[in-house]
């Protein structure tokens, strides 16, 4: 996979463009472009960050093996010499339990609003489950084109008979609808091919983001997902969706390194402790994995500073979510 990393020295993971009168972004005068933005769906934990990573050859979205890792709509940005998609992740669809799932499925059914493709993504390692039949109730009548994608056949024993169930939950279904079975994480080949069936589908635009673009998170963002990332896996039952990150300073010296400044958020003070391990020892774990990370990407040295505080209640807490971000 090729590393294409944030600008270190830019405040954000785009160059600064110049809006078009058509809202997109000129060609100065070039072909004809093409342009769209396609929905990434499905229940947690099904791939749906993996899949978008690997149309990009790239990591704008962070991954784990923990489900809802992705929180809020991260955009993903390909682009050729006259078409670009925008790919939108979004959040598992699930049964909210608290304001913050409320946030994330309002994100899914925004995103679903102003697509011009919608990707279904299933895990064919499974038969349908109760999230699945809600995410294709959610779908299933839309006026727009859409492919269902059928994750991890690398490691499903049945994915044939699986797909034959998903794609039962789409009867009825009048608009376009395609299919493809692949491993977002083993099979480039089919993810570039999927990739190429998207291209077709788009309608004639403007760019919506410059050439170059790989995402349309501030590196702040980005990094804070990183480091997100590396909590979720080193923390353990439910401890990690009670941990939210944010990066409040981010500054180059001379010589290169980066300086990264950076906020674990749990619930309560006993979170705080585990977070921070015995010693400090799970804490230096989790910043030492998401350093490693930003020096690969950033492909320069990284001094990444971590505290961990306290919010009491933060998932609940309207205020507290937009603060972090979640709005």
């Given at each position: 996979m090729t590393?294409l990393?944030?600008?270190p020295?830019?405040?954000?993971l785009?160059?600064?463009?110049?809006?078009?009168?058509?809202?997109?972004f000129?060609?100065?005068?070039g072909?004809?472009?093409?342009s769209?933005?396609v929905?990434?769906?499905?229940?947690?934990?099904?791939?749906?960050?993996?899949?978008?990573?690997?149309?990009?050859?790239?990591?704008?979205?962070?991954?784990?093996?923990?489900?809802?890792?992705?929180r809020?709509?991260?955009?993903?940005i390909?682009?050729?010499?006259t078409?670009?998609?925008v790919?939108?992740?979004?959040?598992?669809?699930?049964?909210?339990?608290?304001?913050?799932?409320k946030?994330?499925?309002q994100?899914?059914h925004?995103?679903?609003?102003?697509?011009d493709?919608?990707?279904?993504?299933?895990?064919?390692?499974h038969?349908?489950?109760?999230?699945d039949?809600?995410?294709?109730?959610?779908i299933?009548?839309?006026?727009?084109p859409?492919?269902?994608?059928?994750?991890?056949t690398?490691?499903?024993k049945?994915?044939?008979?699986a797909?034959?169930?998903?794609?039962?939950l789409l009867?009825?279904?009048?608009?376009?609808?395609?299919?493809?079975?692949?491993?977002?994480?083993?099979?480039?080949e089919?993810?570039?091919?999927?990739r190429e069936?998207?291209l077709?589908?788009l309608p004639?635009n403007?760019?919506?983001?410059?050439?170059?673009?790989?995402s349309?998170?501030?590196r702040?963002?980005?990094?804070?997902e990183?480091?997100?990332?590396?909590?979720?896996k080193?923390l353990?039952?439910?401890?990690?969706?009670?941990?939210?990150?944010?990066v409040n300073?981010?500054?180059?010296?001379?010589?290169?390194?980066q300086?990264i400044?950076?906020?674990?958020?749990?619930?309560?003070n006993?979170?705080k402790?585990?977070?921070i391990?015995?010693?400090?020892?799970?804490?230096?774990?989790?910043?030492?994995?998401?350093?490693?990370?930003?020096?690969?990407?950033l492909?320069?040295?990284?001094?990444?500073?971590?505290?961990?505080?306290?919010?009491?209640?933060?998932?609940?807490?309207?205020?507290?979510?937009?603060?972090l971000g979640?709005?």
């Amino acid at each position: 996979m090729t590393d294409l990393p944030p600008s270190p020295d830019s405040g954000e993971l785009t160059t600064s463009p110049t809006p078009s009168a058509h809202g997109g972004f000129e060609t100065e005068g070039g072909p004809q472009t093409h342009s769209g933005f396609v929905a990434i769906v499905g229940k947690p934990n099904v791939g749906k960050s993996t899949l978008l990573n690997s149309f990009l050859n790239t990591k704008v979205a962070p991954t784990s093996p923990r489900p809802q890792t992705t929180r809020r709509g991260v955009r993903g940005i390909y682009t050729t010499d006259t078409q670009q998609i925008v790919f939108v992740d979004t959040p598992g669809l699930h049964k909210p339990k608290d304001a913050l799932g409320k946030y994330m499925n309002q994100e899914v059914h925004s995103a679903l609003g102003d697509v011009d493709v919608i990707l279904w993504v299933v895990d064919l390692r499974h038969p349908p489950t109760d999230e699945d039949q809600l995410v294709a109730r959610q779908i299933r009548d839309l006026p727009k084109p859409l492919i269902l994608v059928g994750n991890k056949t690398d490691a499903a024993k049945y994915a044939g008979e699986a797909m034959k169930l998903y794609r039962a939950l789409l009867e009825g279904r009048e608009t376009e609808t395609g299919e493809v079975m692949l491993s977002a994480q083993n099979n480039p080949e089919a993810v570039s091919g999927l990739r190429e069936q998207i291209l077709d589908h788009l309608p004639e635009n403007p760019f919506f983001f410059p050439r170059g673009a790989a995402s349309d998170q501030t590196r702040e963002m980005w990094a804070a997902e990183i480091i997100r990332e590396e909590a979720m896996k080193k923390l353990r039952d439910e401890l990690p969706y009670a941990v939210a990150t944010r990066v409040n300073r981010w500054t180059e010296r001379e010589d290169g390194l980066q300086r990264i400044e950076g906020e674990i958020v749990v619930e309560k003070n006993a979170h705080k402790g585990m977070v921070i391990g015995a010693g400090g020892k799970q804490l230096r774990e989790i910043g030492q994995a998401a350093r490693k990370q930003l020096e690969v990407f950033l492909n320069r040295k990284v001094f990444l500073g971590l505290e961990v505080i306290v919010i009491p209640g933060w998932r609940e807490d309207e205020e507290a979510l937009r603060e972090l971000g979640y709005e």
